[in-house]
């Protein structure tokens, strides 16, 4: 048995900003309806049902009109969840999905038509050891990196920041874009002059991968604050704000304490902090999500 997850607030704080229009919000999940679309038997914890309806809910929340849809590791290489959504809504949403190496180049050029444009990897280890169960790693990359680079799709990346100075000269043989998430999952208290992180901002900076200023609940050190995250989005923001795009990670799987989960509009009113120029927002939910994710 594995622990069920709590469920996102029901209401959240208001966005005290108005997005701009086609603003996206590039990382969100959504599951089920499990008896269709089941999730693995072996997997890290057990999320609720959340539908492309839910999704659609939590955009409006935020004022946001555009979304990406990421399968989780709890699915294992079941992508029916977000294939079944791209279906539905085909000019607001995009896919990032989960594949083995051995996936025909029919079902490729399918998840194409419908708006899939990446594969994740799960690279996310501690101390040696898988952090999450399931998801696919390193080799079944190398191997697909030809049939993607062919469809223009990208590799989004879940790994430690700490992990990027061995495995970047791997990567970037692939010769694919590569999309790092949520920041690297840095530990604020390593501080951003830590070699993992400054990996990181080279890596953005020299335009050979973008990443997600998401995720800034998973990195903070307490769950009254962002104050110690801030430094670290705006390093990624610095190094280049044209390979930079941003999540909210709703519906925030794999939260089991309810004074942890964050709130969506506190997430969504940090880009007025990290993003104060109204053209920097534009760029970063609006013409780097249109770019990376062909809408």
Not at 21 to 39: E, I, Q, R
Not at 104 to 119: I, K, N, P, T, Y
Not at 261 to 289: C, F, H, S, Y
Request: glycine share 6%; proline share 7%; charged share 20%.
């Amino acid at each position: 048995m594995t622990q069920v997850c709590i469920l996102p607030k029901v209401t959240s704080s208001p966005v005290l900003f108005t997005p701009p229009p086609n603003a996206c919000d590039s990382h969100v999940h959504v599951f089920g309806p499990f008896a269709t679309y089941p999730l693995s038997e072996d997997r890290s914890y057990t999320p609720a049902e959340f539908s492309a309806s839910d999704f659609l809910e939590h955009l409006q929340r935020i004022r946001f009109s555009r979304g990406v849809l990421v399968t989780a590791s709890v699915c294992g290489t079941n992508n029916g969840a977000i294939l079944a959504a791209l279906e539905q809504h085909p000019t607001i949403f995009r896919g990032i999905v989960v594949c083995a190496d051995t996936v025909s180049d029919q079902e490729l050029d399918h998840w194409h038509a419908l708006g899939v444009r990446g594969v994740r990897f799960n690279l996310l280890r501690k101390n040696g050891q898988a952090v999450y169960r399931n998801g696919v790693g390193l080799e079944v990359l190398e191997k697909l990196a030809p049939r993607m680079a062919l469809r223009g799709w990208h590799a989004q990346i879940w790994v430690h920041a700490p992990d990027l100075p061995e495995l970047a000269p791997r990567l970037l043989r692939l010769n694919i874009p590569l999309v790092i998430d949520h920041m690297g999952r840095m530990d604020t208290s390593n501080g951003i002059s830590h070699p993992g992180f400054v990996e990181l901002c080279k890596l953005v900076g020299q335009g050979q991968a973008w990443v997600k200023i998401s995720g800034a609940d998973r990195i903070r050190s307490s769950p009254q604050t962002y104050d110690d995250v801030d430094p670290f989005a705006r390093a990624l923001i610095n190094a280049n704000i044209e390979r930079v795009i941003w999540g909210t990670d709703w519906p925030h799987i794999n939260y089991f304490d309810q004074q942890a989960m964050p709130d969506d509009g506190d997430l969504t009113n940090l880009l007025m902090r990290w993003l104060p120029a109204e053209k920097d927002r534009i760029q970063v939910l609006v013409k780097n999500p249109e770019s990376l994710y062909d809408f």
